[in-house]
């Protein structure tokens, strides 16, 4: 139950994402986005496993944050909504901490996958994230191979980066926890 409500709460709060931008609710979709990582984090079953997710969760999201900066940068995408100056905008910044926030529940069975299986899947699975934001209204991309390959690449080095940081917190949880036995 508790991997599909991390599903499920990911899912909510990309959509609200996204649809905020065409809506002008971007603040409303931040703040939702915050409720629905709020209570992940509370109904965690301790204390160390709730601070080992916020700092996975703010590592993603500044990971995050500098890919989807770069790619917006360099011309590959651009990004719509409410941003702090060249930076991504704000609403995918939360989006980046929900889906940060799934490597350790609904997304932990990439934990066990060598790193070169979430690299491919990065490369063939991220593109399709951002095609689908851009035909809902929250950006503007060509849709030629040469974007597609952009973002592929950039989520065939995110990707693994991200599940082994999600392996990190995991290791950190194990080693407190040995400690405190």
Same mark, same amino acid.
């Given at each position: 139950?508790?991997?599909?409500?991390n599903?499920?709460?990911f899912?909510?709060?990309?959509?609200?994402c996204?649809?905020?931008? @065409?809506?002008?609710?971007?603040?409303?979709?931040? %703040?939702?986005?915050?409720?629905?990582?709020?209570?992940?984090?509370? +109904?965690?079953?301790?204390?160390?496993?709730?601070?080992?997710?916020?700092?996975? %969760?703010?590592?993603?999201?500044l990971?995050?944050i500098? %890919?989807?900066s %770069?790619?917006? +940068?360099?011309?590959?995408?651009?990004f719509?909504?409410?941003?702090?100056?060249?930076l991504?905008? +704000?609403?995918?910044?939360?989006?980046?901490?929900l +889906? &940060?926030? @799934?490597?350790?529940?609904?997304?932990?069975?990439l934990?066990?996958?060598?790193?070169?299986?979430t &690299?491919?899947?990065?490369?063939?699975?991220?593109?399709?994230?951002y095609l689908?934001?851009?035909?809902?209204?929250?950006?503007?991309?060509?849709?030629s191979l &040469? @974007?597609?390959?952009?973002?592929?690449?950039?989520?065939?080095?995110?990707?693994? @980066?991200?599940?082994?940081?999600?392996?990190?917190?995991?290791?950190?949880?194990?080693?407190?926890?040995e400690?405190?036995?």
């Amino acid at each position: 139950m508790k991997r599909l409500w991390n599903a499920l709460a990911f899912q909510a709060g990309w959509w609200a994402c996204i649809g905020s931008v @065409t809506h002008h609710l971007e603040a409303e979709a931040i %703040a939702f986005c915050i409720v629905l990582m709020g209570l992940q984090i509370y +109904f965690l079953p301790s204390r160390l496993q709730a601070k080992q997710a916020i700092k996975l %969760a703010l590592m993603g999201g500044l990971l995050g944050i500098v %890919a989807d900066s %770069a790619l917006q +940068f360099g011309g590959v995408i651009d990004f719509y909504g409410w941003a702090l100056g060249p930076l991504s905008p +704000f609403w995918l910044w939360a989006i980046w901490v929900l +889906f &940060a926030g @799934t490597l350790n529940v609904s997304m932990a069975f990439l934990k066990s996958k060598p790193l070169w299986i979430t &690299a491919a899947l990065g490369l063939l699975l991220g593109p399709w994230n951002y095609l689908a934001g851009a035909k809902l209204g929250a950006a503007q991309l060509d849709a030629s191979l &040469a @974007t597609f390959l952009a973002l592929g690449l950039m989520w065939m080095l995110v990707l693994p @980066t991200l599940v082994w940081l999600a392996r990190k917190t995991d290791a950190a949880i194990q080693v407190q926890a040995e400690a405190h036995v």
